[in-house]
């Protein structure tokens, strides 16, 4: 059973920073895993994404304040935002999928249950 658990979310002030975090379980090697985010009345946006062989694309908005990791160890996901806009306020999935194509177009397979960030001006 394939499972994502996202953790880290919160509110902060505008200029702040969070770490999110998403531990996954139950994939097999070769998937493509990353961060989404939603916003309220507005559609999935993607945020990072590592292909199997490492590596990292960011979405167009990201412009350097976010940083992706991920560590094959701990089977975990991170997203280090900083420089934290109100606009940034989302849910942000955790999301997984066997091809790039399906997780950037929004469809991927597998979903975490997502988490809150709230950031206030």
């Known amino acids: 059973q394939v499972q994502l658990v996202e953790s880290g979310g919160g509110s902060v002030q505008a200029g702040g920073s969070l770490q999110l975090s998403c531990t996954t379980s139950?994939?097999?090697?070769?998937?493509?895993m990353g961060w989404f985010r939603q916003a309220p009345g507005k559609e999935r946006e993607g945020v990072a994404g590592?292909?199997?062989?490492?590596?990292?694309t960011y979405g167009a908005f990201v412009k350097g304040r976010f940083t992706f990791s991920k560590d094959n160890a701990k089977n975990t996901l991170y997203l280090q935002m900083n420089s934290l806009k109100p606009e940034d306020t989302a849910m942000y999935y955790c999301?997984?999928?066997?091809?790039?194509?399906?997780?950037?177009?929004?469809?991927?397979?597998?979903w975490g249950q997502g988490t809150q960030v709230t950031v206030s001006s």
């Open positions: 999301a997984a999928d066997p091809g790039n194509y399906r997780f950037w177009v929004g469809r991927s397979m597998y």
């Open positions: 139950g994939l097999s090697t070769g998937y493509y």
């Open positions: 590592i292909d199997s062989s490492g590596t990292i």
